[in-house]
């Protein structure tokens, strides 16, 4: 008897369909790299713990802005509203030496946070861990700051959208 291929095993673009079904918030994490700003798009964004405070971010081994926050031991999460389509895509696509031309940013305990942005914290590196072709960031908050309340940008079915606040559900 020969062996059939299950119907319903799991494979990468299974997994990619099924996660086009599940709404993230979209942030730029951000870092230093020879006294330059660096950045990436990322939606793998989540707290870990309130106490003590912890964050995570899941980064691609081969990005530039993993070597920069491994190198400096911090990094930046700006959390982008719906003004931020233009931006967040710009991080996603555009060469790495070119993400921050033209963006308006401070520095923050030598981070690079992005003006505008929704909220953003400063994160001290706590340690890295491997999972598969990426790493797990956990950082632990030194610094943060929220300045609106602009509906968020997220990322739903392959594309941006925008999420109004405020708007009751059923």
Same mark, same amino acid.
């Given at each position: 008897?020969?062996? $059939?291929?299950?119907?319903?095993?799991?494979?990468?673009?299974?997994?990619?369909? @099924?996660?086009?079904?599940?709404?993230?918030? @979209?942030?730029?994490?951000?870092?230093?790299?020879?006294?330059?700003?660096?950045? +990436?798009?990322?939606?793998?964004?989540?707290?870990?713990?309130?106490?003590?405070?912890l964050?995570? /971010?899941?980064?691609? $081994?081969?990005? *530039? &802005?993993?070597?920069?926050?491994?190198?400096?031991?911090?990094?930046?999460?700006?959390?982008?509203?719906?003004?931020?389509?233009?931006?967040?895509?710009?991080?996603?696509?555009?060469?790495?030496? *070119?993400?921050?031309?033209?963006?308006?940013?401070?520095? /923050?305990?030598?981070?690079?946070?992005? =003006?505008?942005?929704?909220?953003?914290?400063? +994160? $001290?590196?706590? $340690?890295?861990?491997?999972?598969? =072709?990426?790493l797990? @960031?956990?950082?632990?908050? @030194?610094? +943060?700051d929220? *300045?609106?309340?602009? =509906?968020?940008?997220?990322?739903?079915?392959?594309?941006?959208? +925008?999420?109004?606040?405020? &708007?009751?559900?059923?």
């Amino acid at each position: 008897m020969t062996a $059939r291929p299950d119907p319903g095993a799991v494979t990468g673009p299974a997994l990619r369909s @099924v996660l086009r079904r599940w709404a993230t918030g @979209v942030a730029l994490v951000t870092a230093t790299a020879q006294g330059r700003p660096t950045g +990436c798009t990322a939606s793998s964004f989540t707290s870990i713990s309130l106490s003590p405070p912890l964050v995570l /971010v899941s980064l691609d $081994r081969g990005s *530039r &802005t993993l070597a920069a926050i491994t190198g400096a031991g911090a990094f930046g999460i700006n959390l982008l509203g719906r003004h931020h389509r233009d931006l967040a895509e710009r991080f996603a696509t555009a060469p790495a030496d *070119r993400r921050f031309d033209g963006v308006g940013h401070r520095l /923050v305990r030598e981070v690079p946070v992005v =003006d505008g942005a929704m909220a953003a914290l400063v +994160c $001290r590196l706590e $340690r890295t861990v491997a999972a598969a =072709d990426h790493l797990l @960031v956990l950082g632990q908050p @030194v610094w +943060c700051d929220q *300045r609106g309340t602009a =509906d968020p940008l997220v990322h739903f079915g392959s594309h941006y959208q +925008c999420l109004a606040v405020g &708007t009751p559900s059923g």
